[in-house]
């Protein structure tokens, strides 16, 4: 079993940016693909980055590429995602999730293990 703890939503104006990190335990992620999912109110939960465990294979939606950053520090078993140029339409709960090394991995129905959610809040 996989444990996941996001952190470092919060608010914050349009053009700003934020950290999220997701801390894991129970087992090391080094051999876990690792992505970051988020669901607005009303909505599906969408695909927004991923990270493959050999840490080479970085994947972004079109939505927030040039903008964001996912990142992984196997050492301190932890996920970032760097959010740079937030836009209102970038508020939603951010989740992060993992999955032994599936080749897919854009798609949510992949993932076995998920945190709780964080609340990234983008005011205009």
């Known amino acids: 079993q996989v444990q996941l703890v996001e952190s470092g939503g919060g608010l914050v104006q349009a053009g700003g940016s934020l950290r999220l990190s997701c801390a894991a335990s129970?087992?090391?992620?080094?051999?876990?693909?690792m992505g970051w999912f988020r669901q607005a109110p009303g909505k599906e939960r969408v695909f927004v980055a991923a990270?493959?465990?050999?840490?080479?294979?970085?994947y972004y939606a079109d939505s927030v590429k040039g903008r964001f950053t996912v990142s992984r520090d196997n050492a301190k078993n932890t996920v970032y995602l760097q959010m740079n140029s937030l836009k209102p339409e970038d508020t939603a709960v951010y989740y992060c999730?993992?999955?032994?090394?599936?080749?897919?991995?854009?798609?949510?129905?992949?993932?076995?293990?998920w945190g709780q959610g964080t609340q990234v809040t983008v005011s205009s």
């Open positions: 999730a993992a999955v032994l090394r599936s080749p897919i991995i854009t798609d949510s129905r992949t993932y076995d293990y």
């Open positions: 129970g087992r090391t992620i080094s051999s876990y693909n």
């Open positions: 990270v493959r465990w050999t840490g080479a294979g970085l």
